[in-house]
Antibody, heavy 125, light 109 residues
Framework: QVQLQESGPGLVKPSQTLSLTCTVS??????????WTWIRQHPGKGLEYIGY???????YYNPSLKSRVTISVDMAKNQFSLKLSSATAADTAVYYC?????????????????WGQGTTVTVSS | EIVLTQSPGTLSLSPGERATLSCRAS???????LAWYQQKPGQAPRLLIY???RRATGIPDRFSGSGSGTDFTLTISRLEPEDFAVYYC??????????FGPGTKVDIK
């Protein structure tokens, strides 16, 4: 059973880069077939999609964050990472990594079926 | 840019009652590209429904989804105590590629 675990600093200073890692266990990113995803949730608010990376290295970023976001993958460590530059207090949130099955041959989008527990990041001096 | 609107914002019901949650899109969404998630306090979201009407693995059959075009519905036929949570709809495919609705909170009356 695939499990995801986020890790990284819980406190980031304004203007610095927020960096998080998601470790995948019970399955291999390199086997393909899934989109490895980051989502965040501001305190008391709804879910905001950040972006994904496919095992091939192809990425998609939310246009609203695209200029500041980089998602990368380390297949040797079975991890994928998020970097969000020029952090501000508005980036304070719970950050989730998730596995997205994407769209299969039957034309259905299968959704985000595995999630990490989430990690809280506060941007403050 | 597509926007998802969920109503009501909060639904106050008693265990055993039927819950009907609405998700409306600002433009047409393929019904095969609409998902629903449940989130309980302090937990990550959980996939309930994909393809507008298909239950994800392990989801009880009291949860059902329907709809097409711009109007989608999540129905919980008989609320169990563990169903009181926030529910989000999510679309894939329109710009931006992934969008969540603001959520509907189902709380105990």
């Amino acid at each position: 059973q695939v499990q995801l675990q986020e890790s990284g600093p819980g406190l980031v200073k304004p203007s610095q880069t927020l960096s998080l890692t998601c470790t995948v266990s019970g399955g291999s990113i390199s086997s393909g077939g899934y989109y490895w995803t980051w989502i965040r949730q501001h305190p008391g608010k709804g879910l905001e999609y950040i972006g994904y990376i496919y095992y091939s290295g192809s990425t998609y970023y939310n246009p609203s964050l695209k200029s500041r976001v980089t998602i990368s993958v380390d297949m040797a460590k079975n991890q994928f990472s998020l970097k969000l530059s020029s952090a501000t207090a508005a980036d304070t949130a719970v950050y989730y990594c998730a596995r997205d099955r994407g769209t299969l041959m039957d034309g259905y989008y299968y959704g985000m079926d595995v999630w990490g527990q989430g990690t809280t990041v506060t941007v403050s001096s | 840019e597509i926007v998802l609107t969920q109503s009501p914002g909060t639904l106050s019901l008693s265990p055993g009652e039927r819950a009907t949650l609405s998700c409306r899109a600002s433009q047409s969404v393929s019904s095969t590209y609409l998902a629903w998630y449940q989130q309980k306090p302090g937990q990550a979201p959980r996939l309930l429904i994909y393809g507008a009407s298909r239950r994800a693995t392990g989801i009880p059959d009291r949860f059902s989804g329907s709809g097409s075009g711009t109007d989608f519905t999540l129905t919980i036929s008989r609320l169990e105590p563990e169903d009181f949570a926030v529910y989000y709809c999510q679309q894939y495919g329109s710009s931006p590629l992934f969008t969540f609705g603001p959520g509907t909170k189902v709380d105990i009356k």
